[in-house]
């Protein structure tokens, strides 16, 4: 089936770093990216959907300049929590889906980020 | 707009015991898309279904089973047997043809122990 890969699995750093996620899709052309955020014990929020050469569409309250969403590839996107602080502290996770909107999502396996 | 709803937040059963996962969804779109995935302790996302809304057959799927009734706007997710391995938090999503880019919309999840 499709695989998607999620890197890091885990980072842990310094309040005020930057941290890059990466969302590579191993065995399709990924024309749509998701990235969700999950609090512990809550469901996942979808945060950005971003398409394959042009901006990422963020949702209501997320902040766009705080998650810099590039998705310069159909094989990879990128997901950058910018001067980062604790609150960012949480479970970020990728999907990928290909070209046809009827396709089914792909996850990776997720980031989870603390902020010390 | 869309809204699923996962009204059980933790059960709790015994090793064999057969256990059902109830979802409920809202939605305007005549085509959608219904999803189950579960995310076991180490927090990926496992996908375990899709099921388009002009299909209403029941699927099993080995100790799984699924119950679609666009009458009462219900998939609820049926564990036959329960086994520790199926321990998690199972959650219900909807894909409409109006949200674009296809955006899965999750339920708030449903934490299933299964004790020995």
């Known amino acids: 089936g499709a695989v998607v890969s999620q890197h890091p699995s885990r980072v842990i750093c310094k309040s005020g770093t930057s941290v890059k996620i990466e969302c590579r899709s191993l065995?399709?052309?990924?024309?749509?990216m998701f990235w969700y955020r999950q609090f512990p014990k809550k469901s996942l929020m979808l945060m950005a959907t971003?398409?394959?050469?042009?901006?990422?569409?963020?949702e209501q309250g997320v902040e766009k300049d705080k998650f810099l969403i590039n998705h310069a590839s159909l094989t990879l996107s990128t997901l950058t929590v910018t001067s980062a602080h604790p609150e960012d502290s949480s479970f970020y996770i990728c999907?990928?889906?290909?070209?046809?909107?009827?396709?089914?999502?792909?996850f990776g396996d997720g980031t989870r980020l603390s902020i010390l | 707009a869309q809204k699923v709803t996962q009204a059980q937040t933790e059960i709790s059963v015994v090793e064999k015991e057969d256990v059902t996962l109830d979802c409920v969804y809202e939605?305007?779109?005549?085509?959608?898309?219904l999803f189950w995935y579960k995310q076991p302790p180490s927090g990926e996302l496992v996908f375990l279904i899709r099921?388009?809304?002009?299909?209403?057959q029941n699927e099993i799927s080995g100790r799984y089973s699924w119950n679609f009734q666009k009458s009462t706007s219900s998939f609820n997710f049926t564990i036959t047997a329960s086994q520790v391995v199926d321990s998690a938090v199972y959650f219900c999503?909807?894909?409409?043809?109006?949200?674009?880019?296809?955006?899965?919309?999750f339920g708030q999840g449903t934490r299933l122990t299964i004790n020995p």
């Open positions: 999503a909807l894909s409409g043809l109006s949200q674009g880019a296809q955006k899965l919309v």
């Open positions: 939605t305007r779109d005549t085509t959608y898309y």
């Open positions: 971003s398409n394959e050469g042009s901006k990422a569409t963020y």
């Open positions: 099921r388009n809304s002009f299909d209403e």
């Open positions: 065995d399709f052309q990924a024309t749509t």
């Open positions: 999907s990928a889906r290909g070209r046809l909107s009827n396709q089914p999502q792909h």
